[in-house]
């Protein structure tokens, strides 16, 4: 059975959202923020620690996202 375990406030009316291929990421585009943020998932529970949030720019249908080593 599922519970709640607790609650991550995020962009302006979230559109999307979903966790990069490690599991270790979530990240959460607003339709109205034209912003998208990525989260750390973080112990047991998955709570989120935000790493960081990103201007895109209006009317985006899409984007892609490529992890890089910096």
């Not at 599922?2 to 991550?8: C, D, I, R, T």
Request: aromatic letters at 10%; glycine letters at 12%.
């Amino acid at each position: 059975m599922l519970s709640k375990e607790g609650f991550q406030p995020t962009e302006t009316q979230p559109r999307g959202f979903n966790v990069d291929h490690s599991g270790k990421y979530l990240i959460a585009a607003g339709q109205k923020s034209h912003h998208i943020s990525v989260y750390e998932i973080v112990g047991e529970q998955g709570l989120l620690h935000e790493k960081g949030r990103y201007a895109v720019g209006q009317d985006q249908c899409g984007w892609w996202l490529t992890h890089t080593n910096r």
